[in-house]
C-alpha cells in the first residue's frame, strides 16, 4: 500500500490509500540481482470508483488509458525501466501523474465552419474547365 498522496495539480490529488503497489521480479539487466530481488512496480489505481478525480477526467483517462484498464475499473502501470526498487516506483507514480495531467487538459475549442473565398472557387473551376480541355484533346480527331 502506497502510503503517501499523489500530487497531481493545484485541483488534484490522490490520497494514498486509492494507491496499491506490489513489486514483483523484473526481466532485463541487473546480473544476478535480477533473479533475486522484486524490482518491477505494478501500480493499481481504481479509476473508474476513485473520489479525488472529477466526472470529466475520469472519462477521459478512461480513453487514454486502453488496455491498462481492467474490466473493473482498475488501472495498472507497470515499471520495469530501472534496476532498483524506489526508481521502479517514481517512474510507475510519475506515468500516473501524466496520464491524469493528460486527461485533465480542457478540450480543444470547436471547429468553425468557413466558405472558400471567391479566389479559390475561381482557381478551382479554372482547373476542372483546363482538364476538361485536356481529355478532350484525347479524342479521336472528326468525332463531333
Excluded: C, H
Excluded at 499523489?6 to 490529488?13: A, E, S
Excluded at 478512461?62 to 530501472?82: C, N, P, Q, W, Y
Excluded at 526498487?85 to 495531467?101: G, I, S, T, Y
Amino acid at each position: 500500500m502506497a502510503s503517501d498522496p499523489l500530487y497531481i495539480n493545484d485541483r488534484i490529488t490522490i490520497a494514498g490509500w486509492e494507491l496499491t503497489e506490489q513489486f514483483v521480479l523484473a526481466g532485463g539487466p541487473g546480473g544476478q540481482n535480477v533473479n533475486k530481488v522484486s524490482t518491477a512496480v505494478q501500480l493499481f489505481f481504481p479509476l473508474t470508483s476513485s473520489p479525488s478525480l472529477p466526472d470529466r477526467i475520469k472519462t477521459n483517462a478512461i480513453k487514454l488509458a486502453g488496455r491498462r484498464l481492467s474490466k473493473e475499473g482498475v488501472l495498472l502501470i507497470e515499471a520495469s525501466r530501472f534496476r532498483s526498487q524506489e526508481r521502479n516506483r517514481e517512474d510507475a507514480r510519475e506515468r500516473l501523474k501524466e496520464l491524469l495531467l493528460e486527461a485533465a487538459k480542457p478540450p480543444p475549442p470547436p471547429r468553425r465552419k468557413t466558405k472558400p473565398t471567391k479566389g479559390s472557387i475561381e482557381r478551382r473551376l479554372k482547373a476542372k474547365v483546363g482538364r476538361g480541355e485536356i481529355k478532350k484533346m484525347r479524342e479521336k480527331p472528326g468525332q463531333d
